[in-house]
Structure formats: structure tokens, C-alpha cells
């Protein structure tokens, strides 16, 4: 199943167009993406005959507009703790995105003037069933759906003191979390812990990768997440980047005007985002 958000209602996408799930189920099931993880199980065993319509991927917002907790994780791939000079721990380091830089496909994202803008292609898991204390092996029925995320960073502002530094705020400026197109159930996907993710800057490959080389799999961050925080419907776990971000290249290189990034998970699809001046 492929759910999406058209223009703030929630859809469910075939390969002929869009069903509006709150028409098609005369009322059932709500019109508001958010809202509709609520009901994701309900919504699971739900199917219906209603005709697809055509629509603009442009018009995709981010599947999760509003939900109540975003969790980020930081380094979740070898080859990026290596080229960031961290030793990965025990534990991996939880940060969050704040609610208002989240957008959807084509987003157009400014970049903040005098700052230096990086890429991370990154997993996003969105919670369909509240989880409190899950361990790894239940963990994956707790997901509604994964999709495609950009974890964009402003490094100047990023890893300003005071210690430990200011990650939260330095990947919050508006547009900084672009995520979609939409959300696929873990089911339509051979192996949901072994997906190829890339990130292309106009058409040059800066990332590539396999989520099975993540240090902390989905189960295991779900696992320690829920052992703290219960994970609601609807939450977001960015799920961290592999190696190949511009800050730590020689030179560094960085987001510039007018260049467009495309973001790929095999299975889900591809996330577009461009970039203007302040
Ligand atoms: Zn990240």
C-alpha cells in the first residue's frame, strides 16, 4: 500500500492515479494525513474499488505534516562516523528536526545566507502503532510506512557552541526537512531492513549506500527510542546518513543556488528538492 498527502488530504496512490481515502471510504476514515494514523490498522485491512484520478507529484506534501514527535538519529553509518571523526557508541545520539521544516516533494528549500548547507539522505520511519518499550523483534509492526528523507543541515549554525553543539536548530531552517513522495507499508518491500539509498546533486552521485550497513537497524532504534519515549502514530524517525555529505569532502563542498537534489530509496522512490538564494 502507497499513502500520500495531495494537497492536505490523504491519498492512496495505485499506478493509475490517486484515491482520495476519505471519498472513496464515504467518510470512514479521515481526510487528514495526520489524523489517518490514528486508524492505520483499521486502514490496512481497508479496500475499495473507487476509481484512480490523475494528479501533480508536485502537489505531494510530506506524508506526516504534523506529527506530534520527530526523532533524528546521528551517526547511524559507519563510513559517515568515519568521515565526521566520531566513534560510534553504545548508543546512538537522538536530536530532533523541528515540526516547521517539514515539507514534501519539490519543495523549493532557501538557503540561509552565510550559512554552509549539507545533504543527508536518510530513511524515514513513520510509526502506524504506538510503541512504549518494544523490542527489536516486535519493532517492525509498529511502523506504518517508510519513506524518503533529507536530513539538511546548516553547519555553521549546527556546530556552534555551546556543547553539545546545536544539531536541532542547525537542521530546522525552514524546508530543511523535505520528506516523501509517499509512504510505502513495510510489506511491499522484499527486505524493509536492506533497501539501497542515494542522493544525486545534479545528476553527480555524492551518496550511495544499503540501510543493512546502518550500526542501529530500524528495530534496534525503535527498540531503544520506545525503552524512553512511547513513539506515537505518525512520529518520524529520521534514521541517520551514510558516508558522502559535502562538509567533510576535500574540498568541502556545499549547497548552492539553482542545484537540485535528488534523494532515492529502492522500493520507495525519489525524493526532488531545489535550492534558491536567501
Ligand atoms: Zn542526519
Known sequence: MRVANLAGRAVLLTDDGAIDIEKASGGRFPADPQALFE???????????AEPVPYAEAE????????????????NYRDHAEESQIEPGARPPVFTKFLSCLTGQDAVVALPQGGLTDWEVELVVVIGRRAHRVAAAEAWHHVAGLTVGQDLSERITQLSPPQPHQFSLGKSFPGFGPMGPWLVTPDELADPDDLEISCHLDGE?????????????????????????????????????????????????????GEHLHSTIEGIGTLRTTFTGA
Open 39 to 49: 486508524r492505520w490498522n483499521e486502514l490496512r485491512s481497508w479496500s475499495t474499488d
Open 60 to 75: 505531494l506534501e510530506a506524508p506526516t505534516p504534523a506529527p506530534r514527535q520527530v526523532f533524528a538519529i546521528g551517526v
Open 205 to 257: 552521485r555524492m551518496q550511495h549506500a544499503r540501510t543493512s550497513q546502518m550500526i542501529f537497524p530500524v528495530p534496534e532504534l525503535i527498540e531503544k527510542l520506545s525503552a524512553v519515549t512511547p513513539l506515537l502514530p505518525g512520529d518520524v524517525i529520521f534514521t541517520g546518513t551514510p558516508g558522502g555529505i559535502g562538509g567533510t569532502r576535500t574540498p568541502a563542498r556545499f549547497l548552492a543556488p
